[in-house]
């Protein structure tokens, strides 16, 4: 299982300018890593995702005319360097891809797009 949640931010368009925009997503993740025991490693990552896009007002209420389905499509690679037997960082890339976004005036690229990140991650034992 897997879930995201963006920050909220404040629109400046449409219907509902300035008003706060949240997105919140959750689904299945599949993994691959290559070299497991290896001191680097890469590891590549699929999700698909179900959930929804709102706004809400300066009081934090939502908007219930404001809301929208979505469904995101994620890739992610990233190269992974141990540190420890249970403790590793890495440096990756990934692409989003929303479908299905129509909420005032927004769509699907400004939701879509390429991005890079640092992770730390902990193993068990």
Partial sequence: YYSAMTNYFKTNRG???NSELDM???GLLLGLTTFPNS???LSLYGTFC???ISLSDMSKIRIKAAYD????V???FNIDYDILSFL?????GCYQKAI???LDGYDDSEFSGAGIFLCLKVKSF
């Fill in 15 to 17: 219907e509902y300018s």
């Fill in 24 to 26: 919140g997503a959750g």
């Fill in 39 to 41: 001191r680097f490693h």
């Fill in 50 to 52: 179900m959930g929804g």
């Fill in 69 to 72: 389905k979505v469904n995101l």
């Fill in 74 to 76: 994620n890739g992610f």
């Fill in 88 to 92: 590793s960082v890495g440096v990756g």
């Fill in 100 to 102: 299905g976004v129509q």
